[in-house]
């Protein structure tokens, strides 16, 4: 039947008819929704007309709908402050953006914070004006602030309350699965998964939709910010191109903050470069570039690496604290790092990125040169092959790499860059597709690797097979971010490494000048102080004493070394201690100890604890009264004080312990004590005692007041005290034991008495130094720990959880909190910050925190140390708060750094001892491998993977499930339709705190530390 037959037969109530049903299904999606929301607006009780019957009378109602929201809740922000882009505390009307890559733009609105405790997703409005269900840490770059909160008041909407259950309509609406959505995945089968919950009948899913006028406006405001941002951005990218030749350094990767690179772009004229960079004379073009480069040290304090290696940081900068900049600009810069992610090495998914690597020029060109000869000659892919099966085949052979003779082989002319090139993949150095397929390649032809999965883990191991790394070598050390002595990735931290270990103590007033002092009159201080640290600490830098003032109330006093007293900030040696940030502690395994932020030598000529030495010290003192339960600064700013120290007591914390528990080492501890210092016996065992009740009562008294500590609950099992290896590179874990006689009272299972005894006094001090910074209108690098944006039901969870941490009636802390509880805080805990005013520190429930007891290895408490000796002295300070802004950048950035390295490290080590054990296992004959306890620490996702932390370990892993596998698939391909989801069943059964038994190693993810496991449990 032709269509003209059709309209003929087909009458005017089939055509009423249809054009009715269209209406009501209209109403019952669109209308009806849009009519409630509009009436929640505008504070009325009835649902609110409005039209909709033509296009031009819809246009004109948008219109009026907008109109209303800004006149009652205020406009969408066109511009944003620089420094509220740091932190990660999402809010309603903060714009998140949910791709890390160039290809795509995913821009979506806070619309919903979680409503419960045990589901931390927020709800998302994103640009196609559709709804996601997204966890914190999922979303990626942050815009705060862009929409007013108050327009998504009651916008998100339960479908079932609009639409009749009789009527038959199948849902449009977002269904809110226990499971969470992996960001990226194909909307295909976001849709798929939503028609298979329908089909098994699963009502308990509930579906939820957005008001469609208010879903065209956000839409219309995030597609203009994308569109806006994609016209900027071919002008952003040639100015980041301008800007790699002068940043860049051929001899190493080179660390900016990423306010510094932003702000770097905004001052590039490229109209006034134009000629200069255009002309044929190479002399012009580099006076063109060291005329910008001037500039940009000026204006962004960016050191010198365009034509010299230059050592260090410039500590003196400055930053405009409240720059703005336009939305649209700051997203097109944050489009074109990804877009020149080859030069530009960054974390692209973090919610406030803190930092660019500047990657060298020289390493593009050789990879890009050595990828362009094997296109050019196919034959150099079989030579190296033919290469590298032959190393393999003989070093499988030999014990040790000297037995390796790679002479009687042709060694191909890029074996030595393939190695670099594999050394930088392992450690996520680089984001190059075409090199990455080039190295895939490579590999795939190599006999061992033809058939298997080829995983960053698995070029490591290539690598060891190779003889090229050793055993104990840590993927991060290749890392380009981490710019670590000893790389082989830079020259610059070699030569600041080959300067510190130049200096001795027979040369070091040659690099420090050890008569200079900042006080130019210093009191002497006779207090006993007891430096109470490990048995062998890398330095140490701080020490405690306590004097009884009268009966039940003492003068407590920190001492503190005083390194910034003989250092000016513009010596090569603090620009290097400001460049590594602090000391970076590693296991005892790797090449170095510790990569420290002084010269060991001149840290250990000024530390602490050598008997009647005289050592330059910060005190810091307060007094305490036990009986009246007051915890004061001393007066008159006397609490702050520079002075000549002498009588040290050098005591670790296992000895302490014997002592404050009266055991039978106890005397004899005590006697050597007094033998070395010629201190009474009863003097030192009073003092450790006094000290040890006032850090108690300190503790205590926090609780009461509100200090929020779950850092015991989450803590769990045995804790990694080091890592080291025997003499046939095996590793090994050691774990630190807690006697329950030594155990502290307000931290039981976890600190010991000594250790609490220490923390307490070295955090009131830190507070202390905050409150007179504060008191002095000095600007300090505050730490703060700002509470998360909460809705009012998680608000109310979370003070329940945290009050099952009481104190009974002998004061002693009862901890009923379990990990799960704890877990689930930490999904609404935010990171600690800097600020350079005083800013409340939520965890510890203080008004200020300004850290001063450890400048050895912090290069903040540095700062803060020459800021209290310039008014101490000068009656004012020595540095500005927009020269501190420009500080707090910097030592973010590294801060940021030095974490990744840590977890990086102790991630792929710890792999490493495990692996070992079911290695092991297997080579013995035995028919099942070890396995391992692990606890649920966050909801699963849908492509099933569940994060998870190794019980007895400590460490982060990621559980791969049997859906997991599924979806790649690797499993029973008899499996039906309903068997798949009975699979997904089970892994949406899985909740936090929940604990998986039998959980098998299988790999490590090297690029943030996380082992991978599966079990066949889920």
């Known amino acids: 039947m032709t269509p003209e037959e059709l309209l003929e037969k087909a009458g005017s109530t089939d055509y009423l008819k249809l054009k009715e049903e269209h209406e009501k299904i209209s109403y019952m999606r669109y209308k009806k929704p849009n009519q409630y929301w509009l009436s929640k607006l505008l504070g009325v009780s009835k649902p609110v007309n409005y039209k909709d019957g033509s296009d031009a009378e819809l246009i004109e109602t948008k219109k009026m709908v907008r109109k209303k929201l800004e006149t009652i809740h205020g406009s969408v922000r066109n511009t944003v402050e620089l420094e509220s882009l740091s932190g990660d505390h999402l809010n309603v009307g903060d714009v998140v953006d949910l791709s890390s890559d160039f290809e795509r733009s995913g821009l979506a609105v806070i619309a919903k914070l979680p409503d419960s405790i045990v589901d931390a997703r927020y709800t998302l409005i994103n640009q196609y004006g559709e709804i996601e269900f997204v966890s914190r840490y999922q979303t990626g770059v942050r815009i705060p602030n862009v929409f007013p909160k108050g327009w998504f008041e009651h916008s998100i909407l339960e479908e079932s309350q609009f639409v009749d259950p009789d009527s038959g309509l199948a849902s449009i609406g977002k269904p809110y699965y226990k499971l969470e959505d992996k960001i990226g995945k194909d909307k295909l089968f976001d849709s798929a998964m939503s028609k298979a919950t329908v089909n098994l009948g699963d009502s308990n899913v509930k579906t939820y939709i957005v008001p469609s006028l208010l879903a065209e406006i956000i839409s219309k405001e995030l597609t203009g910010i994308i569109n806006k941002a994609w016209d900027i951005l071919p002008m952003m990218n040639l100015k980041l191109e301008v800007l790699h030749n002068i940043l860049q350094c051929n001899e190493s990767p080179i660390v900016l903050s990423f306010r510094q690179l932003y702000e770097a772009a905004k001052i590039t004229d490229l109209e006034e470069l134009a000629k200069g960079l255009t002309s044929k004379k190479e002399d012009t073009i580099n006076k063109t570039y060291e005329k910008l480069l001037r500039k940009l040290q000026k204006t962004v304090s960016v050191s010198n690496q365009f034509n010299s290696v230059t050592l260090g940081k410039p500590i003196i900068g400055s930053v405009e604290r409240f720059y703005k900049t336009t939305i649209q600009e700051y997203y097109a810069f944050i489009m074109s790092v990804r877009k020149n992610d080859q030069i530009f090495h960054h974390q692209s998914s973090e919610n406030s990125p803190s930092y660019v690597t500047v990657v060298p020029l020289n390493r593009i060109v050789q990879f890009n040169k050595m990828v362009k000869h094997f296109k050019e000659n196919p034959i150099e892919y079989e030579m190296m092959s033919i290469y590298v099966n032959k190393l393999l085949a003989t070093n499988s052979e030999t014990l040790t790499s000297v037995d390796v003779n790679k002479d009687q082989f042709d060694e191909p002319e890029y074996y030595p860059v393939l190695i670099d090139a594999l050394k930088l993949y392992t450690a996520d150095s680089f984001h190059d597709g075409v090199l990455e397929s080039f190295l895939m390649k490579i590999v795939r032809s190599l006999k061992p690797y033809k058939n298997i999965d080829i995983t960053r883990t698995g070029i490591y191991e290539l690598l060891l097979n190779l003889k090229e790394i050793t055993p104990t070598e840590d993927p991060s050390k290749w890392w380009y971010d981490a710019m670590l002595p000893g790389s082989g990735l830079s020259s610059k931290a070699d030569m600041e490494q080959e300067l510190y270990d130049r200096i001795t103590p027979q040369n070091l007033s040659t690099y420090v000048d050890m008569e200079h002092d900042i006080q130019k009159d210093r009191e002497v201080y006779n207090d006993v102080i007891y430096c109470i640290d490990s048995e062998n600490p890398l330095e140490i830098d701080d020490g405690i004493s306590i004097k009884r003032l009268e009966d039940k109330k003492y003068l407590v006093s920190s001492f503190i070394a005083d390194p910034s007293s003989y250092l000016t900030p513009d010596s090569v040696i603090s620009e290097i201690a400001f460049e590594r940030g602090s000391t970076l502690y590693l296991p005892e395994l790797s090449d170095m100890r510790a990569i420290t932020m002084l010269p060991k030598v001149f840290a250990d000529e000024i530390q602490m604890g050598y008997t009647d030495k005289p050592s330059r010290v910060l005190?810091?003192?307060?007094?305490?009264?036990?009986?009246?339960?007051?915890?004061?600064?001393?007066?008159?700013?006397?609490?702050?004080?520079?002075?000549?120290?002498?009588?040290?007591?050098?005591?670790?914390?296992?000895?302490?312990?014997?002592?404050?528990?009266?055991?039978?080492?106890?005397?004899?501890?005590?006697?050597?004590?007094?033998?070395?210092?010629?201190?009474?016996?009863?003097?030192?065992?009073?003092?450790?005692?006094?000290?040890?009740?006032?850090?108690?009562?300190?503790?205590?008294?926090?609780?009461?007041?509100?200090?929020?500590?779950?850092?015991?609950?989450?803590?769990?099992?045995?804790?990694?005290?080091?890592?080291?290896?025997?003499?046939?590179?095996?590793?090994?874990?050691?774990?630190?034991?807690?006697?329950?006689?030594?155990?502290?009272?307000?931290?039981?299972?976890?600190?010991?008495?000594?250790?609490?005894?220490?923390?307490?006094?070295?955090?009131?001090?830190?507070?202390?130094?905050?409150?007179?910074?504060?008191?002095?209108?000095?600007?300090?690098?505050?730490?703060?720990?700002?509470?998360?944006?909460?809705?009012?039901?998680?608000?109310?969870?979370?003070?329940?959880?945290?009050?099952?941490?009481?104190?009974?009636?002998?004061?002693?802390?009862?901890?009923?909190?379990?990990?799960?509880?704890?877990?689930?805080?930490?999904?609404?805990?935010?990171?600690?910050?800097?600020?350079?005013?005083?800013?409340?520190?939520?965890?510890?429930?203080?008004?200020?925190?300004?850290?001063?007891?450890?400048?050895?290895?912090?290069?903040?408490?540095?700062?803060?140390?020459?800021?209290?000796?310039?008014?101490?002295?000068?009656?004012?300070?020595?540095?500005?708060?927009?020269?501190?802004?420009?500080?707090?950048?910097?030592?973010?950035?590294?801060?940021?750094?030095?974490?990744?390295?840590?977890?990086?490290?102790?991630?792929?080590?710890?792999?490493?001892?495990?692996?070992?054990?079911?290695?092991?296992?297997?080579?013995?004959?035995?028919?099942?491998?070890?396995?391992?306890?692990?606890?649920?620490?966050?909801?699963?996702?849908?492509?099933?993977?569940?994060?998870?932390?190794?019980?007895?370990?400590?460490?982060?892993?990621?559980?791969?499930?049997?859906?997991?596998?599924?979806?790649?698939?690797?499993?029973?391909?008899?499996?039906?339709?309903?068997?798949?989801?009975?699979?997904?069943?089970?892994?949406?059964?899985?909740?936090?705190?929940?604990?998986?038994?039998?959980?098998?190693?299988?790999?490590?993810?090297?690029?943030?530390?996380?082992?991978?496991?599966?079990?066949?449990?889920?």
């Not at 007041?705 to 046939?728: K, V, Y």
């Not at 720990?785 to 979370?798: D, G, N, Q, R």
């Not at 339709?977 to 899985?990: A, F, N, T, W, Y």
């Open 619 to 1018: 005190r810091v003192s307060f007094t305490v009264d036990l009986k009246n339960g007051v915890i004061e600064p001393l007066p008159d700013n006397n609490d702050i004080g520079f002075g000549i120290a002498h009588k040290f007591v050098r005591v670790d914390y296992g000895s302490v312990n014997e002592i404050l528990s009266e055991s039978i080492e106890s005397n004899k501890i005590l006697c050597s004590i007094s033998d070395t210092t010629k201190i009474d016996s009863t003097k030192l065992k009073n003092d450790l005692k006094d000290l040890y009740n006032v850090s108690e009562f300190m503790a205590t008294s926090a609780i009461k007041n509100g200090r929020s500590d779950m850092s015991n609950s989450l803590r769990f099992g045995r804790e990694i005290e080091e890592i080291t290896a025997d003499n046939n590179n095996r590793i090994k874990l050691e774990f630190k034991e807690v006697e329950k006689k030594f155990q502290s009272k307000t931290q039981e299972g976890e600190q010991t008495q000594s250790e609490r005894l220490v923390s307490e006094i070295m955090v009131q001090s830190n507070h202390i130094a905050a409150q007179f910074l504060s008191r002095n209108n000095i600007p300090g690098l505050f730490k703060y720990f700002e509470e998360l944006p909460v809705s009012e039901s998680v608000k109310s969870a979370i003070h329940h959880l945290k009050s099952k941490t009481s104190i009974n009636s002998e004061d002693n802390i009862k901890d009923n909190s379990s990990f799960k509880d704890a877990l689930l805080l930490r999904e609404f805990m935010t990171r600690s910050a800097f600020s350079v005013e005083p800013a409340r520190h939520a965890m510890l429930n203080l008004d200020s925190y300004a850290t001063v007891t450890s400048p050895l290895r912090r290069f903040t408490d540095m700062i803060n140390h020459w800021q209290l000796h310039s008014f101490k002295s000068h009656g004012q300070p020595m540095f500005k708060k927009s020269n501190m802004a420009y500080m707090v950048a910097q030592l973010t950035a590294k801060n940021e750094i030095l974490s990744r390295i840590q977890r990086k490290t102790d991630g792929s080590y710890t792999f490493k001892a495990l692996k070992q054990l079911q290695e092991e296992q297997k080579n013995n004959g035995s028919k099942t491998a070890v396995s391992f306890k692990c606890i649920v620490n966050r909801n699963p996702t849908d492509d099933g993977e569940v994060s998870v932390i190794l019980m007895d370990y400590g460490v982060r892993g990621v559980l791969r499930t049997s859906w997991y596998a599924l979806g790649k698939g690797i499993t029973d391909e008899k499996l039906d339709g309903e068997g798949k989801m009975k699979q997904k069943k089970l892994l949406s059964d899985i909740e936090v705190g929940d604990i998986i038994e039998n959980a098998i190693i299988e790999d490590v993810d090297l690029l943030d530390g996380s082992i991978v496991l599966t079990s066949e449990l889920v």
